[in-house]
C-alpha cells in the first residue's frame, strides 16, 4: 500500500460525473502501488445512469483505494461577478433540473451543464455525499465545495478562490506534496493542464521532494503518459 493522491477536476459536458471505473487501473503493477503518489484525474459523463444517486453508489463500488490513498475531486466555481458568467451566457440557459439523489439525470447533460445552478447543486451534492461516505482506514478524500474543501478526515485544506478547476487542482496537488506524495499524475485531455504543469514544476520541484510528475492524455488506444520532467528537457 503507497500514498496515493487522486485529484479530478472539472465539470463541463466532456468531464462530469463519475466513471465507475475510476481508479480501476488493469496496467497498475507492484512498483507503482508502492510509489507515493499524487494522482489526478478528470470527471467523465457516464451516460447510462438513470438517478443522481447512482453517481455515488459507482464512486463507492469502484476500487480506487486499493490503488489511491487519498483522492481529490474537484470542481470549477461560479462568481456571480466573474468575467466568465458573460461567455456561460451566451452559451445558453440550458434546462433546470434540481439535483437530488432519486431524481433523474438529465437525457441531455450539454444542456443541463449551460445552467451555473444546476453544476452549482452537482457540486454540493457530491460533495456532501461522497465526504460522508466511509472509506477504507487511512483513505483520504478532498473535494471543492464552492471556495473551500470537504474531507472525510481531520486533516483541513486551505480555501481557493480560483474559479476553474485546470488551476485549481494545482492548489490540491501542492497540498499533496506537502502532505509527503513524491509523484503526482494528472488525468486530462485539457492541453491547458499541461501547459500548467508545466508552468508550475520548477517551483514545485524547488520547494518539495518529489520523483515525477506525469500527465495521462488521450482516451483509448490514444491514452499516453507523458512526463512533465522529460518536455522540460525537449
Not at 503518489?37 to 444517486?53: A, D, E, P, R
Not at 447533460?109 to 454540493?124: R, T
Not at 473535494?143 to 485546470?166: G, I, Y
Amino acid at each position: 500500500d503507497g500514498n496515493h493522491n487522486r485529484i479530478i477536476p472539472g465539470d463541463d459536458p466532456k468531464v462530469t460525473g463519475i466513471d465507475p471505473n475510476i481508479g480501476d487501473d488493469p496496467k497498475a503493477t507492484g512498483s507503482t502501488l508502492r510509489r507515493q503518489g499524487c494522482k489526478i484525474q478528470n470527471f467523465k459523463i457516464v451516460l447510462n445512469i438513470s438517478k443522481f444517486q447512482t453517481f455515488q453508489n459507482n464512486f463507492e463500488k469502484s476500487k480506487k483505494f486499493k490503488i489511491f490513498k487519498r483522492i481529490d475531486l474537484v470542481f470549477d466555481i461560479y462568481l456571480s461577478n466573474s468575467l466568465k458568467a458573460a461567455t456561460r451566457e451566451k452559451r445558453g440557459k440550458g434546462v433546470r433540473r434540481r439535483v437530488a439523489p432519486q431524481n433523474k439525470c438529465p437525457g441531455r447533460w450539454s444542456e443541463f451543464l449551460k445552467d451555473a445552478l444546476n453544476k452549482k447543486e452537482l457540486n454540493e451534492f457530491l460533495a456532501e455525499r461522497l465526504s460522508s461516505m466511509t472509506y477504507p482506514e487511512g483513505r483520504e478524500l478532498y473535494v471543492t465545495f464552492e471556495d473551500k474543501v470537504l474531507s472525510n478526515c481531520e486533516k483541513t485544506m486551505p480555501d481557493c478562490d480560483h474559479e476553474e478547476a485546470d488551476s485549481r487542482l494545482l492548489h490540491y496537488a501542492k497540498h499533496a506534496l506537502n502532505e509527503g506524495m513524491t509523484y503526482i499524475n494528472i488525468v486530462s485531455n485539457d492541453t491547458d493542464v499541461i501547459i500548467l504543469a508545466l508552468g508550475v514544476y520548477h517551483k514545485l520541484k524547488a520547494d518539495h521532494v518529489f520523483d515525477e510528475m506525469t500527465i495521462e492524455f488521450g482516451m483509448g488506444k490514444n491514452k499516453r503518459e507523458i512526463s512533465i520532467k522529460t518536455l522540460l528537457t525537449l
